[in-house]
Antibody, heavy 116, light 111 residues
Framework: QVQLQQWGAGLLKPSETLSLTCAVYGGSFSDYYWSWIRQPPGKGLEWIGEINNSGSTNFSPSLKSRVSISVDTSQKQFTLNLSSVTAADTAVYYC??????????WGQGILVTVSS | QSALTQPRSVSGSPGQSVTISCTGTSSDVGGYNYVSWYQQHPAKAPKLMIYDVNKRPSGVPDRFSGSKSGNTASLTISGLQAEDEADYFCCSYAGDYTLFVFGTGTKVTVL
């Protein structure tokens, strides 16, 4: 059973860079895509992007210019960076595993607030 | 890519059945047989309940079933139980650019 544990700064100022890391426990690290998803308060879920074991990435077109995702296979961790944040980036951020067509396992989520 | 449309809430008594709809477009729900459903209890991580429209992961009770017709997918919970009270949301694969699009979420209340 795959479990995901995520951490990172929960309070940012506008223009700063959001950085969250997710550690993977259990399962085979190479079997999945490693994804990030977010949910602004009172709004729906939004897929941010993913990376696979070989470093190949896919990003949401609306966030592509500000997003990067990296993976450390030795540590079984992957990291989301989102630059130039604004209040609109305030959300609960989830890390997750995915197959080609399904998001399978989710982390517990972390609230990131952007406020001056 | 717009969010998939779900009813805000549904309710039922223990033992009854409830069905949650998830309406998209031919670019997502209607275009692929890759609709999944998730259950989320308060302050908990979402849990995969249905994938590929109608497949259940190991450990998910067979009270949960999925289907799809055209651009609308559905999740049915039969024999409703108290522990089924939670938020449910759908997700569809949407192709090469925005890979996944999510539903707006439905709160299931067990009366």
């Amino acid at each position: 059973q795959v479990q995901l544990q995520q951490w990172g700064a929960g309070l940012l100022k506008p223009s700063e860079t959001l950085s969250l890391t997710c550690a993977v426990y259990g399962g085979s690290f190479s079997d999945y895509y490693w994804s990030w998803i977010r949910q602004p308060p009172g709004k729906g879920l939004e897929w941010i992007g993913e990376i696979n074991n070989s470093g190949s990435t896919n990003f949401s077109p609306s966030l592509k210019s500000r997003v990067s995702i990296s993976v450390d296979t030795s540590q079984k961790q992957f990291t989301l960076n989102l630059s130039s944040v604004t209040a609109a980036d305030t959300a609960v951020y989830y890390c997750a595993t995915a197959s080609d067509t399904t998001i399978v396992n989710w982390g517990q989520g972390i609230l990131v607030t952007v406020s001056s | 890519q717009s969010a998939l449309t779900q009813p805000r809430s549904v309710s039922g008594s223990p033992g009854q059945s409830v069905t949650i709809s998830c309406t998209g477009t031919s670019s997502d729900v209607g275009g692929y047989n890759y609709v999944s459903w998730y259950q989320q209890h308060p302050a908990k991580a979402p849990k995969l309940m249905i994938y590929d429209v109608n497949k259940r992961p190991s450990g998910v009770p067979d009270r949960f079933s999925g289907s799809k017709s055209g651009n609308t997918a559905s999740l049915t919970i039969s024999g409703l139980q108290a522990e089924d009270e939670a938020d449910y949301f759908c997700c569809s694969y949407a192709g090469d650019y925005t890979l996944f699009v999510f539903g707006t979420g439905t709160k299931v209340t067990v009366l």
